[in-house]
């Protein structure tokens, strides 16, 4: 048998992913480790958000973060303990980050706007400058 490193150790991150390590820390995809699930744009938006989150609940915890259709869907935990209302203030949080990253080019975090498919087959969230030159 080899022998296979701790599972709650992530591996470093990737350098030309340019994703802070505090950020990195926060994904977890047991299915898909050494990936990130959206690009570093958002990286400021989802420390921001975790802040936020640990602020209302400091039990919860990060379920993982994903790009999909286009905006950030910053997956959460709430902790076992966490009551109803604090619950949907995390929700809250959640559905306002969903909104705000409409508008963050998720590849340099600058203002950006949902490029819509069908050329790309996807909507993914991008400034005019990446938007061109990932084209
Ligand atoms: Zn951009």
Not at 42 to 68: A, F, M
Not at 75 to 89: C, F, K, S, V, Y
């Amino acid at each position: 048998m080899f022998a296979t490193p701790p599972s709650d150790k992530l591996p470093p991150v990737p350098e030309d992913r340019g994703i802070p390590s505090e950020v990195w820390s926060l994904i977890d995809h047991p299915s898909d480790r050494g990936r990130s699930g959206c690009g570093p744009g958002w990286s400021d938006l989802i420390v921001t958000t975790h802040r936020r989150l640990l602020e209302i609940d400091p039990t919860y915890s990060p379920g993982g973060v994903r790009q999909k259709l286009g905006w950030l869907d910053f997956q959460l935990n709430p902790g076992p303990d966490t009551d109803q209302a604090t619950i949907e203030r995390l929700w809250a949080v959640q559905a306002e980050v969903r909104e705000a990253s409409k508008h963050i080019c998720e590849s340099c975090g600058g203002e950006g706007r949902i490029y819509e498919p069908p050329e790309r087959g996807a909507g993914r969230t991008r400034c005019d400058a990446c938007e061109s030159c990932e084209r």
